[in-house]
């Protein structure tokens, strides 16, 4: 039997990209509907027919960030050969990542949800679990590193994994906050010498 109704008038996928962009660049709490509709193209019943409503398209658009212009740091860490490699990819790839010219500085995950109100603590955690979900990522590709032998036995891993990412959240700030790539440059020099001796 035929589908009724009319089909969609926009690509998902473009709308949901233009959405991802305006909450990278404004927040959830700064990105107005009026804005998410400019930009994707749409109605506000077309966003509430296709997304759910402005938290289910910042949601998706989150899970977006991530496989697209947020996958740095899974990629170095999935692939590079030992922790420390992977390590340092990760910060020199996001510090490059967060100053490219052509999108909106910094991390969408850091970034997104830095303003929030009582009405939006489901965002809030949302983005705490996803921060949370890095810090473990790093963390088990630190304990990697100490079963491969690349780092000291004695090495405490969970400090170190909360050491990075404090950094790696640090240059997302000082991005948005207009630091070039040169300047977070100095700062991976000075983390990656706090590398642990071994």
Same mark, same amino acid.
């Given at each position: 039997?035929?589908?009724?109704?009319?089909?969609?008038?926009?690509?998902?996928?473009?709308?949901?990209?233009?959405?991802?962009?305006?909450? &990278?660049?404004?927040?959830?709490?700064?990105?107005?509907?009026?804005?998410?509709?400019?930009?994707?193209?749409?109605?506000?019943?077309?966003?509430?027919?296709?997304?759910?409503?402005?938290?289910?398209?910042?949601?998706?658009?989150?899970?977006?960030?991530?496989?697209?212009?947020?996958?740095?740091?899974?990629?170095?860490?999935?692939?590079?050969?030992?922790?420390?490699?992977?390590?340092?990819?990760?910060?020199?790839?996001?510090?490059?990542?967060?100053?490219?010219?052509?999108?909106?500085?910094?991390?969408?995950?850091?970034?997104?949800?830095?303003?929030?109100?009582?009405?939006?603590?489901?965002?809030?955690?949302?983005?705490?679990?996803?921060?949370?979900?890095?810090?473990?990522?790093?963390?088990?590709?630190?304990?990697?590193?100490?079963?491969?032998?690349?780092?000291?036995?004695?090495?405490?891993?969970?400090?170190?994994?909360?050491?990075?990412?404090?950094?790696?959240?640090?240059?997302?700030?000082?991005?948005?906050?207009?630091?070039?790539?040169?300047?977070?440059?100095?700062?991976?020099?000075?983390?990656?010498?706090? &590398?642990?001796?071994?």
């Amino acid at each position: 039997m035929a589908e009724r109704g009319r089909p969609r008038a926009f690509d998902r996928s473009v709308a949901l990209r233009r959405a991802m962009e305006v909450f &990278w660049e404004h927040g959830y709490e700064g990105a107005s509907m009026s804005d998410l509709t400019a930009a994707m193209g749409i109605n506000s019943p077309s966003l509430y027919a296709a997304f759910g409503g402005k938290e289910a398209l910042f949601r998706e658009a989150i899970e977006l960030y991530g496989r697209t212009d947020g996958g740095y740091t899974d990629r170095a860490l999935r692939e590079e050969p030992t922790a420390r490699a992977a390590i340092e990819a990760m910060l020199r790839d996001n510090a490059a990542a967060y100053t490219a010219e052509d999108k909106p500085h910094g991390c969408m995950v850091v970034l997104a949800g830095a303003t929030y109100t009582t009405r939006n603590t489901g965002v809030r955690d949302f983005l705490v679990e996803k921060r949370r979900e890095t810090t473990e990522h790093i963390h088990a590709r630190l304990r990697r590193g100490v079963a491969d032998g690349d780092l000291p036995e004695q090495t405490d891993t969970a400090a170190l994994a909360a050491f990075y990412t404090t950094v790696l959240y640090g240059l997302s700030i000082q991005a948005r906050d207009g630091a070039a790539l040169d300047e977070l440059t100095r700062s991976i020099d000075c983390a990656m010498a706090a &590398w642990p001796a071994g």
